[in-house]
């Protein structure tokens, strides 16, 4: 496209990257329809949905198509994705501790990735993976560090992944090694999570507080 045209929605919505993001949509919605019978095949298709994940930010980047609606589908995916593979490990482990386990951690990774880029949009910034070092070195090295952030989410996902591989006998013993190796990755990003939603709150109420010092000002 020449610098000199209009971009319009529609360009936007067909950007590449956010293609890709449609792909992963696709490849997720597959992984859940064969996830209670196919496992192997559940995760090949399911590795392609998160591995497409690194490949959006870098062609995005590449042809200077970055979009809020490409930042939004990318969050909304991953979330969505992780929900789907979550809500079948309370079908896989129905016991009340399990289930809490999942249903707590499911909450926190939504809210805490909802709440920061409601925060960050709210005030003003792009995205919500802009975090300053003296707001949080750890958010910082997350969200700034491609290598990091990589890491750490295949880290996150291999481990649901290991737990999912567990509950079928015959990948049990696989299942467990990719818990045990993938354990540290995954605590880490608990503790993001955590972090990451405290951070929100406070920028939330840093908000709500000068909008009402504005207003008693104006009375």
């Known amino acids: 496209m020449s610098s000199t045209e209009q971009v319009t929605a529609k360009d936007v919505v067909w950007y590449i990257p956010n293609k890709i993001g449609y792909m992963r949509v696709i490849s997720a ?15 090949l298709v399911y590795g392609v949905s998160c591995l497409l994940d690194a490949l959006d930010g870098t062609m995005a980047r590449k042809y200077n198509q970055v979009s809020r609606l490409g930042a939004v589908l990318d969050m909304v995916t991953d979330r969505s994705t992780t929900s789907g593979l979550m809500c079948y490990l309370c079908f896989a482990y129905p016991s009340r501790i399990w289930c809490v386990f999942f249903q707590v951690l499911l909450g926190l990774d939504i809210s ?15 995205s919500h993976k802009n ?36 509950s079928f006998p015959q990948y049990a013993t696989v299942g467990k090694w990719l818990c045990i190796i993938c354990l540290p990755g995954y605590i880490f990003k608990q503790v993001a999570n955590v972090i990451q939603l405290n951070r929100a709150a406070l920028m939330l109420a840093e908000l709500d507080a000068k909008d009402a010092n504005e207003r008693a000002k104006s009375q």
Not at 29 to 43: E, G, H, K, N, Q
Not at 112 to 126: D, E, F, I, P, R
């Open 29 to 43: 919605i597959i992984s859940f329809a064969t996830m209670r019978d196919y496992p192997f095949l559940t995760m």
């Open 131 to 166: 975090v300053s070092k003296e707001s949080s070195r750890l958010l910082h090295l997350y969200y700034t560090r491609r290598d990091v952030l990589f890491t750490i989410c295949a880290f996150n996902e291999v481990f649901y992944g290991g737990l999912y591989f567990y």
């Open 112 to 126: 805490s990735h909802y709440m920061h880029m409601y925060a960050n949009l709210s005030g003003g910034q792009g």
